[in-house]
């Protein structure tokens, strides 16, 4: 719903994941940005850090529902096949241009 998305558990959380150094989000992509693994990062973290996991499962979502999404496909190679972060906005901003759906689901 719109109203979930909106409210606190929805963009509330997104903003605290990402701005707040108690994020432990946060805290392992910083890592994995310096040049950490995942397991490295999530072991310094040393909690358990949900986008590792919801990255994964994010692709796989896309890929049964054929959605493109290229920035989640960069993440899980950073996080899982051990690619350079610094390689992964490379290609993706080297990526040609497409056209993307602006319209949301769930507007009428």
């Known amino acids: 719903k719109p109203q979930t998305f909106s409210g606190l ?7 605290v994941t990402c701005e707040s150094m108690h994020s432990r989000n946060r805290r392992a992509g910083i890592l ?4 950490y693994t995942a397991d490295e990062a999530m072991k310094e973290v040393q909690m358990v850090v949900e986008g590792v996991y919801s990255a994964r499962a994010a692709l796989k979502l896309a890929k049964k529902y054929d959605v493109s999404m290229p920035i989640v ?7 899982f096949d051990n690619k350079k972060a ?6 993706l901003m080297l990526r040609d241009k497409t056209i993307e759906n602006s319209e949301l689901p769930w507007e009428e």
Do not use: P
């Open 73 to 79: 496909e960069q993440v899980n190679h950073i996080l």
């Open 32 to 35: 994995i940005g310096k040049g």
């Open 86 to 91: 610094a390689d992964a906005v490379m290609e």
């Open 9 to 15: 558990s929805g963009i509330g959380d997104l903003i």
